[in-house]
């Protein structure tokens, strides 16, 4: 899988029209374009001009596909002026999960009721700066907190772990949980307090930055597919 994590930063009086053209782009990317499997948008819960994008792609030769494709030239062009800094994209791989995985977000049996745009959702998407002889050891210890969220948490329905391309010590995070006390409780189980012990002295301090989006889901909607199929 190709896989792009989009960090964005809207001027404020932008961001219902960023969000209205995004989701247009978005629903148009899934819909219509056979290698795009999910692309979900999150605003950030403590600034809204904060976004990222979780777009998902079976190969590069998709993602470069749906820069054809005319819902996204109409949202580029819609857009150009929105944004309040230049957007950050990292090219990614899966790390975990890599089996077995439901990459896809469509359900088809889903309900069209508006209701379930509620982004009712918590979800984060955070970039982890590792330093490069712990890459290895961050990795076998995220992907044991990974596994235990999605199969100890009731309220995590993925918790994906992905790599940068390009920057091998770059791991992004993506995690959904049902809402925001289903990622409190996360926040403290004992999984999670392991990990964080284990990988405290082996960020890249020098690159240590607010990168990290925490919010809702505003596309796709709740009643969409957000597991992954990582429960065992």
């Not at 990795?139 to 044991?144: A, G, M, Q, R, W």
């Not at 948490?153 to 790599?163: I, K």
């Amino acid at each position: 899988m190709y896989i792009l994590m989009v960090r964005l930063k809207v001027k404020e009086d932008k961001t219902n029209d960023f969000i209205k053209e995004s989701i247009r782009d978005s629903h148009g990317s899934v819909i219509n374009e056979p290698g795009c499997r999910r692309f979900d948008i999150i605003q950030d819960q403590n600034d809204s001009s904060l976004f990222a994008f979780c777009e998902i792609y079976d190969d590069e030769d998709s993602f470069k596909a749906h820069n054809s494709y005319e819902h996204f030239k109409i949202w580029a062009k819609n857009t150009k002026d929105f944004y309040d800094s230049e957007p950050e994209i990292s090219f990614c791989k899966p790390v975990y999960p890599v089996d077995k995985v439901n990459w896809d977000s469509i359900r088809k049996e889903a309900s069209l009721d508006p209701y379930f745009s509620n982004s009712s959702l918590m979800i984060i998407a955070a970039p982890q700066f590792v330093k490069k002889q712990n890459v290895d050891e961050f990795i076998k210890s995220i992907t044991l907190d990974s596994i235990g969220s999605t199969n100890e948490e009731p309220g995590c329905l993925r918790f994906d772990v992905y790599q940068n391309v390009n920057d091998p010590t770059e791991l992004y995070l993506y995690e959904v949980y049902v809402n925001a006390d289903a990622f409190e409780y996360h926040k403290s189980t004992p999984h999670i307090k392991k990990w964080k012990d284990t990988v405290k002295n082996m960020y890249d301090e020098s690159r240590k930055g607010s990168g990290a989006r925490v919010g809702k889901n505003i596309w796709p909607p709740d009643n969409w597919s957000w597991t992954s199929g990582q429960r065992k």
